[in-house]
């Protein structure tokens, strides 16, 4: 079956550092989630990718869409406390007539004051 | 509104119970879906409504029942749980398929502990 991979599955890192996580499909999407979950709370949606190459930024977090459309890449730029969690990318498979998201394993971010 | 809730926020439940978890979302969303979430895993689908009527069971045992009585509430109703069954039960909701804009939106989650 289909199947997303999110490498590191955790990443410490000093306040101020950059921090980048990698999200690996085995099969084409038509487009990209990236999703945040504090500690003790839930996901919530940061962005959608939809276009073969495509890159966004919200302030410090830059999002890439691979050319291919089976990776991408989410880049933290001088990392701060609040940005603790764990950051999941969820494709939803091309072709693929629901919402069906297909979430990777995660990246658990954990930043030191 | 831009909220999903969900009640109640922590459940202990004994295998023999019967128990209900409710979602509730007043974005005017038309897919709504509940996710299984254990620790240190990301969510896994486990039904996906779509206009009131169930378009995704990702082989769910039947101990779990969900039930979307209309379109701003979903059930997930519990009888016979194993320990294993123990996890975040996450409900979610976004505009159907077919709309660019679907992100999902997430409720708080209910903690099942089943003993």
């Known amino acids: 079956g289909q199947q997303v991979m999110q490498i590191p599955q955790y990443q410490h890192v000093q306040e101020g550092e950059d921090f980048t996580t990698y999200c690996n499909s085995s099969t084409t999407l038509s487009n990209i989630q990236w999703y945040k979950q504090r500690p003790g709370g839930h996901p919530v949606f940061l962005i959608q990718l939809v276009k073969s190459g495509e890159v966004k930024k919200q302030k410090r977090l830059t999002f890439q869409f691979g050319e291919a459309k089976k990776n991408s890449s989410l880049h933290i730029t001088a990392t701060q406390t609040t940005d603790v969690g764990t950051y999941f990318c969820a494709g939803k498979r091309y072709g693929g007539a629901t919402n069906k998201l297909i979430f990777g394993t995660g990246t658990l971010l954990a930043v030191q004051p | 509104d831009t909220e999903v809730t969900q009640t109640p926020k922590h459940l202990v439940m004994g295998m023999t119970n019967k128990k209900s978890l409710k979602c509730e979302q007043h974005m005017g969303h038309r897919a709504m879906y509940w996710y299984k979430q254990k620790a240190k895993k990301p969510p896994e689908l486990m039904f996906v409504?779509?206009?009131?009527?169930?378009?995704i069971n990702e082989s769910v045992p039947s101990r779990f029942s969900p039930e979307c009585p209309n379109s701003s509430l979903l059930n997930l109703h519990l009888h016979a749980l194993q320990p294993e069954d123990s996890a975040l039960y996450l409900c979610a909701s976004s505009h159907p398929p077919g709309q660019e804009d679907n992100e999902q939106f997430f409720g708080p989650g209910t903690r099942l502990t089943v003993l």
């Open positions: 409504y779509s206009y009131e009527k169930l378009s």
